[in-house]
């Protein structure tokens, strides 16, 4: 007879899902026991870690991952990387080991109390099998739980003794739709109203890069020759932000927003909440006469938006659906005007965010990936990198820190997986870099071609920012003095340097990107404070 390890090793075979991401413990040690060759498994020093690794791999093959936690201790480090996941839309099946189910009554040493609500609210579904033989099938509706629209990730605790158990097999292989469609007498009226609209304006979001709709999110922008703003704190670039059509990034405060979109009398968002707001700048959510029709693939979303009519649809789908039915408009000058990049002075020191950005565009290839933790150096990134390709820039929706520069060694993961090949550039603030630097151990054992460029300002300089906003002064522990980001790269075998000038870095960035594994460079860079709202 096969044991339940058996059949599940092979349902997951049956799904494509042979890479585990994991940190190991006690409680996984029989799940992981006599290894499969036919399986990979990715070391990472730390749970947060592990997430974040598995997110960046997630994204980058567009298919599910495997993750293996340590119990409840370990779900415990990793639960910051599973929000960041759950508002990514990634994937995961998240896996810890449980105590043997003899014990689980008296709870001794590393049991999971309430293992299932533990990861709550942050995955799709949580689940503890009752019965051992019931673990492959849990595995299934795992993966049709995860994909399924909007995804995201689900959580098994496994106990211990589980898998030696005897049962019968194959475990049955079912496949998911993983899109969802438009009701078409929805989407007939939000064509009528768009074709009706004297002005309107487009808010694109992150599932229309998930949903691989770059070309149909032009095409429908082109058709009504309407400018596009990219929703706030976006975690995937929805749309050229070379295009002329493209019109910056709404900002991320009720009052603002609610100028920004003055004189529209449509918004139309697609594929992004209503709206990711931040800071509390009170005002009225839209401007008086202007209606609102949300497109979203999760019904939660369209639930809690404060105003607008929603329709419940994949971003393709959509796109595609209502296409046809949009009358074309004369081409019309995008009535938003962006102001050209400041060129900075390569001279000056320490360099200005501006700069570092523009020598990392300038030294990198045609083809590269972009990650992004720095949060106080957005606006400089976005005028100097503008991103201009589909799957090139990634960070996290959830606004925690310490999941990009796991999720960096992710994506390159999956860059030498797919063939694509792409180096990854991560510029991760110094801050940013302390959350999950055991991630770089990863990349250097796995070969992962991941640059990171440490931008050292030796505070958090958005808590000071938003210290001004709020009008907080002498708020401590916003300085971050006595940081050596090189030694720290360094420790964990990674290429390491320190940079202080423009052509310094400049031999830097090429060094890295000939050296094909993982790198770090730690360059100082100017302290000075802006408005957090641009």
Not at 365 to 383: G, Q, T, Y
Not at 419 to 436: K, M
Request: proline share 8%.
């Amino acid at each position: 007879m096969p044991t339940v390890k058996d059949v599940t090793f092979d349902l997951l075979r049956e799904l494509g899902l042979t890479t585990i991401v994991g940190n190991p413990g006690s409680t996984e040690e029989t799940f992981l026991k006599d290894f499969p060759k036919d399986f990979r498994y990715v070391l990472s020093l730390q749970e947060a870690s592990v997430v974040g690794i598995a997110d960046g791999l997630s994204q980058g093959l567009r298919k599910p991952v495997i993750v293996n936690v340590h119990t409840g201790a370990g779900l415990g480090n990793a639960m910051g990387c599973i929000l960041t996941a759950y508002q990514n839309k990634t994937p995961l099946i998240l896996t810890a080991g449980q105590q043997t189910r003899a014990m689980l009554l008296l709870e001794p040493l590393l049991t999971n109390i309430n293992a299932t609500l533990m990861p709550q609210p942050w995955v799709k579904w949580s689940y503890e099998p009752a019965r051992a033989e019931d673990v492959p099938a849990a595995f299934m509706r795992a993966y049709a739980a995860a994909v399924q629209q909007p995804s995201g990730p689900v959580f098994l605790s496994l106990p211990l003794d589980d898998w030696d158990k005897e049962m019968e097999g194959p475990a049955q292989v079912r496949s998911v739709a993983q899109r969802s469609a438009a009701d078409p007498a929805r989407i007939r009226d939000f064509a009528d109203r768009i074709n009706g609209a004297r002005n309107p304006v487009l808010v694109y979001g992150s599932d229309i890069a998930r949903s691989q709709a770059w070309q149909e999110g032009i095409a429908f922008a082109e058709t009504l020759s309407a400018p596009v703003l990219t929703a706030p704190f976006a975690e995937r670039t929805p749309f050229p932000e070379s295009h002329p059509l493209h019109a910056g990034a709404l900002p991320s405060a009720i009052g603002p927003i609610c100028e920004r979109l003055e004189g529209h009398d449509l918004v139309v968002t697609v594929g992004a909440p209503v709206f990711r707001y931040y800071p509390y700048v009170a005002g009225d959510y839209l401007p008086a006469g202007t209606a609102l029709l949300h497109v979203t693939d999760d019904p939660d979303m369209a639930s809690k938006a404060p105003v607008g009519d929603s329709l419940i649809s994949d971003s393709k789908l959509f796109l595609e659906a209502i296409q046809p039915l949009l009358l074309k408009r004369a081409k019309t000058p995008n009535p938003y005007s962006k102001e050209a990049a400041p060129v900075p002075d390569l001279a000056e020191l320490p360099l200005t965010p501006d700069a570092v950005y523009k020598l990392i565009r300038e030294a990198a290839p045609e083809e590269f990936v972009l990650v992004e933790e720095s949060p106080s150096n957005v606006i400089e990134l976005e005028r100097q990198i503008p991103i201009d390709k589909p799957d090139m820039f990634y960070t996290f929706a959830s606004g925690g820190l310490g999941w990009d520069m796991p999720a960096a060694v992710g994506l390159a993961l999956a860059e030498g997986e797919s063939g694509r090949n792409r180096p990854v550039i991560a510029v991760i603030g110094d801050g940013s870099f302390q959350y999950s630097v055991q991630s770089i151990y990863t990349g250097v054992q796995e070969k992962a071609h991941v640059i990171f460029v440490a931008m050292r300002n030796s505070e958090y300089a958005i808590l000071k920012e938003f210290a001004i906003l709020e009008e907080t002064p002498n708020v401590p522990g916003l300085d971050l003095p006595g940081l050596d980001i090189e030694a720290l790269g360094r420790g964990y075998g990674a290429r390491s340097t320190k940079v202080k000038t423009a052509d310094d870095l400049t031999a830097a960035l090429k060094e890295a990107l000939a050296h094909e594994g993982t790198s770090v460079i730690e360059v100082e860079i100017s302290p000075k404070l802006r408005s957090l709202l641009g």
